[in-house]
């Protein structure tokens, strides 16, 4: 039951980590401007705490955000991410003999948000949406979802013409981000963007009806962004 647990928890931070909402300085404010930016989320890990504990690390997951500028100050942001585990062979405790049966699964979650980008000044950006998360998980586990509003800043410093710190902060009820990267220039209209994250979430159902268990859980998941970002 641990590991089914454990599979579970995975599942939820690979989408939690990649679901990182941030204004990198590759995002366009200009009416009609458009940004697309295509990556994944390396090196994951994951920790659960509450109705059950574990500490994971994740295997493959993809994203891609497309922004577009309204005027020289406002941008919509839409993000969508497919997450996956590795297919894991967990016992299943039953309330008959053999009490445990052995099944082999995998996880899917797919993460969407929707933001607005405020541009303060050109170091600030301001960062208000909201987000939506679905998680399948087998016949085993019921499916969740959780959904919030959240808000915060994303604040760059150029170091020169090819590189760009950017450090973002965001919260909201049950969930909060620190996320801390650097962008480089490879082209006029090709960047590519490093950051690790570490975002909370709080109160996700976790439900196994087969073991009878259902309660919350509160995870902490940290890991690695790369993206390619292309302006077009």
């Not at 989320?41 to 994740?58: E, F, I, P, Q």
């Not at 998980?137 to 959780?146: C, I, L, R, W």
């Amino acid at each position: 039951m641990r590991k089914l647990i454990a599979l579970f928890t995975l599942t939820t931070g690979l989408l939690m980590t990649a679901n990182t909402v941030w204004a990198s300085p590759t995002a366009e404010f200009e009416k009609g401007a458009m940004s697309v930016e295509i990556g994944s989320t390396l090196d994951s890990k994951v920790s659960g705490r509450g109705k059950a504990s574990a500490d994971v690390v994740g295997e493959f997951g993809f994203k891609a955000t497309a922004t577009a500028g309204i005027n020289d100050r406002f941008a919509v942001q839409l993000k969508h991410g497919m997450f996956k585990s590795e297919r894991t062979t967990i016992p299943v405790p039953i309330p008959m003999p053999p009490y445990t049966v052995s099944m082999t699964t995998y996880a899917k979650a797919e993460p969407s948000d929707l933001n607005v980008l405020y541009k303060v000044n050109p170091n600030l950006t301001f960062i208000t949406g909201y987000e939506y998360t679905k998680i399948s998980y087998g016949d085993f586990v019921s499916s969740a979802s959780k959904s919030a509003l959240h808000f915060g800043f994303t604040g760059t410093h150029k170091l020169n013409d090819d590189y760009t710190l950017f450090a973002t902060l965001l919260g909201g009820k049950d969930v909060s981000l620190k996320e801390f990267g650097v962008s480089y220039k490879m082209s006029k209209s090709t960047t590519f963007n490093v950051s690790y994250a570490e975002r909370k979430v709080k109160n996700v159902d976790l439900k196994v009806p087969a073991a009878y268990i259902n309660g919350k859980e509160n995870y902490t998941m940290k890991g690695i962004s790369c993206l390619f970002a292309f302006k077009l």
